[in-house]
Structure formats: structure tokens, C-alpha cells
């Protein structure tokens, strides 16, 4: 039963928001053109990428910020979680810093010189935190089972990479068709 129990919450507070972030990413991957569906999302990131994707480190800077720090930690499932797992710290961070405002001193302390390096300081630290995202989200999950979160996490992705393509795919054929009825 405490299993079962274990599931469920993977499904919830993992497997949720790593399907809906995935299909995200995947999506306006797709919609912005640095996937083709003629292409397997998992042979895109790999070092002899053969596929034509400009998802890649080669073409980091033309990616929108989000797909640049995707492929900048590693890209696919690994990438996608350091992603994920950065964006979690960093706002975690800024919504402690709102509450923690107790008055102006606070906000015009930001553009002091020390506020400057520690703020950069504090960046690569989670920057790091988000690369070993498996040792900061198994601090978080109180959890004996942690291997089985970080595999409904994987399905979740590969799902969410499947209905992404679909999906697109079905979006073009209906555009495509909506254009031969005029």
C-alpha cells in the first residue's frame, strides 16, 4: 500500500509537471522549427547529430532562452530536468526575496556592488544545484522510493515528447488541409 501511495504522489508532484513542462518545451520546439517530426527527439541531442535540428549547442544562440539553456545542460531527459530544476531554485529565490521586503532599504540594497556578486555568486551555485538535480529533488521528496519518481518522471517526458509530435503533426495536417478546402 505505502508503494501504491508512493506512485501516486510521483505521478502528482513529479510526473505532472514534468509531462506538462516536456510537451512545452517539445511543442514551441517544434512550432519555432528547431525539431522536425521526421527526426527522433532522442537522436537530436546527441554529439553527431546527423538529424539537421538546430537544437543544438552549434545553434545555442539562435534558440529563445529557455531551448538555449536546455541544450546548455545537455538537452533530453537529463537537460530538460536541469531546466526544470533551475527554474524551480530561481524562483524559489526571487518569491523569498519579495516576502523578505520590509521597506525600500531593501530594494536600493540590489544595486549595491556585494548584492552584484553575490547574485552571480548565487547563479552558478544553482546552476550547479541544477545540474545534480537528482541530489537537490531528493532532498525535497520525502520519499524511500526515489528511483521510481525519477522513472515517472522519464515516462512523463518520453509521453509528453510523443504527444508534442503528434500533436504538431496533427496541427499541420489540419492547417494544411484547412488551406486546400479555400
Known sequence: MHTLLDVLQAILFVGVPVGIFSFLMIYFSYQKGYLSTDD???????????TGSSLSRKHKKDLLFLHSKWVTFGGGFY???????????????????LFS???WQDV???FTLDTLIAMIIDSITNMIQAII?????SG???TD??????????ISYRFAEKYAMRYTVY????????VLEE
Do not use: M, S
Open 40 to 50: 527522433e527527439l532522442k537522436d537530436v541531442f546527441k554529439k553527431n547529430n546527423d
Open 79 to 97: 537537460g530538460l530536468i536541469a531546466l526544470l530544476t533551475f527554474i524551480v531554485i530561481e524562483l524559489t529565490q526571487v518569491i523569498n526575496f
Open 101 to 103: 521586503i520590509k521597506g
Open 108 to 110: 536600493v540594497a540590489l
Open 133 to 137: 538535480w537528482f541530489t537537490y529533488w
Open 140 to 142: 525535497k521528496f520525502n
Open 145 to 154: 522510493n526515489f528511483i521510481v519518481w525519477i522513472f515517472i518522471a522519464y
Open 171 to 178: 496541427q499541420r495536417k489540419h492547417a494544411h488541409e484547412g
